[in-house]
């Protein structure tokens, strides 16, 4: 799996709410049923992974993702 990291947990959902638009979720046509493909986890350090391993990703987030997070206990 791939994540991309978020300072903020308000950063992680909206990449969520992007990819859940573009994928055409329930709940983006509908306004109920499935939303995110993944929402954020919290990490041990404070911010918020989020696992990206199946969303359409620029090379900006390509390059920036990572195969594993410290998750909070």
Excluded: C, H, Q
Aim: aromatic share 14%; proline share 4%.
């Amino acid at each position: 799996m791939i994540y991309l990291i978020y300072d903020t947990e308000e950063d992680a959902f909206a990449r969520a709410d992007k990819e859940g638009k573009r994928v055409g979720y329930s709940y983006w046509i509908n306004g109920k049923g499935t939303r995110w493909a993944t929402s954020p986890e919290p990490t041990a350090e404070g911010k918020y992974a989020l696992n990206v391993t199946t969303y359409d990703l620029t090379e900006e987030e390509e390059s920036a993702t990572v195969t594993s997070y410290n998750p909070a206990e």
